[in-house]
């Protein structure tokens, strides 16, 4: 079965505006909107493309995370996926002990391709894609904004600080999304009963038998240092003049 | 002692300037030992410009063919190798680095901290989560490698005047094949580097198209400025997206920043928060970039541009 595994994250939805706890302990999540990390979303839109043109068979959708997870591989399978896998915990995990989860999965479905958010919008990470990759031993291909497949190769265009990187690696390999790969597709409610029925497996965390041992700790959180607003000057003129004034013109 | 090694961006023989960066968030860190590597095809010039960093006690230099083009699949048992006896792998937190260093991080089976901001000590970094809108203080235990991305524009670049050695040395491990460079458009100008310029000017949706557009380009010259331009700007087609800065493109801190145009999207402003000056021009009197400008004019950028030009 010619099969793509994409990582589903749930995290706060990106139009929240994110404000921290009062105690430091995190940032407040009570009564938050929770959605599928966007970059992910792009990356299950890719996967879908990919078998609408008929070069994948069957698209699998993975979360690490909480029983809350579901909703969003729920809404996953609601856009296209064929089947769902939560690997099930309670802890908090860091981005090793996901990697070391992920490919337990990925030896047991075996993917020709792992499509991946670049980062989750949450703890902005940007480490799980190359350190599956690192793990499997196989080539990634990261902040896509376009996939090529033939030949048992991927040819992915990647955008790198100096323009557009183009790069060719061959299959199975780990891709990550960045946000002009495409416009995920928005869910049709006949679809969202229809993900009802579609499978979503539940596996013990535990039952993977990987380490996934807290390495790091954090501390605190605190809000950024605010800037405070400056001054309106009436023109051009004096405009100029003050940053002459302040030498940076 | 703590021996960090910092991993070199070079481009076309010239060191990239975010390692000067990496040095000075390296020093930050008590009782340093600092060493640059520098893995390349050649790689002589870059290890000399890496050698005259202040604060570096040494330069590694790896001479390979398949070290250029950079592909985070070649260079990362490279680094791995090179890692043994560091307590700390440093790399940039840009493109290159971010591709890379969680590569390192998983053949080392060490955590990785991303975009450090802020050393409070060897162990303890702070880092921006959520986009920016809150800050993390991260530990790690002691007596445990550690790799880390540094997040350029929280450092000032590291004096130059060193004289590191330079060391060559050779590595015995197996390199992947599976991975081949096919090309990069690289657009190249003389004009200064987004991520490292003094100056900056950026362009918004508000300049309404492309041709529109040279306008910045036109007073970036003026000042001797990079070109940035806002995510709208670059989604409607009116410059690149390697011009993007921002939360989801490139996150900046010159001395001075120019807003023209812009309405300041949250995410927009994720980027640009640790500019030294930031001065906006915009129509609208209301637009939110101007909450955080040091500098506000409200009208029309088609006739304020070239009265500012006149100015200058």
């Known amino acids: 079965m010619q099969r793509i595994l994409v990582g589903i994250k749930r995290v706060i ?10 105690d430091g302990t995190g940032v407040v999540t009570d009564g938050v909107k929770m959605s599928i990390n966007p970059f ?20 699998v959708v993975l979360s690490v995370g909480t029983d809350d997870a579901q909703q969003q591989l729920r809404n996953a399978l ?20 996901i990697a070391r989860a992920m490919l337990a999965i990925v030896q047991r479905e075996k993917p020709f391709l792992v499509i991946l958010g670049k980062q989750a919008i949450d703890d902005d990470c940007n480490q799980t894609g190359q350190m599956l990759a690192a793990l499997w031993e196989r080539p990634q291909a990261t902040f896509a904004s376009k996939l090529e497949l033939a030949d048992g190769k991927v040819r992915v265009t990647r955008e790198v600080d100096a323009g557009l990187e183009v790069i060719e690696v061959e299959l199975p390999a780990v891709c990550t999304t960045d946000l002009r790969l495409n416009e995920p597709r928005y869910i049709k409610l006949p679809d969202i009963m229809k993900a009802k029925k579609k499978p979503l497996d539940v596996i013990e965390l535990a039952a993977l038998g990987v380490d996934v041992t807290p390495v790091l700790t954090t501390l605190k959180y605190e809000p950024p240092p605010q800037r405070q607003k400056g001054v309106m000057v009436k023109d051009a003129a004096e405009l100029v003049a003050a940053l002459r004034q302040k030498g940076l013109v | 002692m703590n021996r960090i090694l910092i991993v070199a961006e070079h481009l076309d023989g010239k060191l990239n300037a975010a390692v000067a960066k990496c040095v000075h968030c390296a020093a930050a860190i008590p009782d340093a030992d600092i060493s640059v590597a520098v893995l390349a095809a050649d790689g002589t010039a870059v290890a000399a410009a890496a050698a005259a960093i202040t604060g570096v006690s040494r330069v590694v230099l790896v001479q390979n063919p398949a070290n250029e083009p950079a592909l985070a699949a070649v260079l990362a048992p490279q680094i791995a190798r090179l890692a043994a006896g560091h307590s700390h792998v440093f790399g940039p937190s840009t493109t290159f680095g971010k591709d890379l260093m969680p590569r390192v ?18 162990t303890r970094f702070r880092r921006p989560v959520y986009a920016g809108n809150a800050i993390a203080t991260v530990e790690a235990p002691a007596g445990r490698q550690l790799v880390a991305t540094v997040r350029v524009a929280s450092f000032q670049a590291a004096a130059g005047g060193g004289s590191a050695p330079v060391e060559k040395q050779a590595l015995d491990v197996a390199l992947p094949s599976h991975t081949r460079f096919v090309s990069v458009s690289a657009a190249r100008s003389d004009r200064p580097d987004l991520q490292t310029a003094a100056r900056v000017v950026s362009g918004g949706r508000a300049l309404g198209s492309k041709e529109n557009f040279a306008l ?13 331009a806002s995510r709208a700007a670059v989604d409607a087609g009116y410059a690149p997206n390697e011009l993007q800065v921002g939360q989801t493109g490139k996150i900046i801190a010159p001395e001075l920043y120019v807003a023209i145009g812009i309405s300041g999207a949250i995410q927009h402003l994720t980027g640009i928060k640790d500019a030294r000056t930031i001065v906006a021009i915009n129509k609208d009197a209301e637009a ?25």
């Open chain 1, 13 to 22: 939805d990106y139009n929240v505006r994110v404000r921290v706890r009062p």
């Open chain 2, 216 to 228: 910045i380009q036109r007073l970036a010259d003026r000042l001797g400025a990079a070109i940035g």
């Open chain 1, 40 to 59: 992910d979303e792009i990356a299950l839109e890719e996967a879908l493309r990919i078998r609408e043109r008929g070069a994948a068979e069957e698209i």
């Open chain 2, 288 to 312: 939110p970039i101007f909450e955080i400008a040091d500098y506000g004019l409200v009208g029309d950028l088609f006739s304020l541009i070239p009265e500012i030009e006149k100015n200058l």
């Open chain 1, 78 to 97: 609601a856009m296209g996926a064929d089947r769902a896998i939560l690997i099930k915990t309670d802890q908090a995990l860091e981005p090793t002990a």
């Open chain 2, 105 to 122: 991080a998983a053949l080392l089976g060490a955590p990785q901290v991303s975009d450090v901001m802020a050393v409070e000590s060897a």
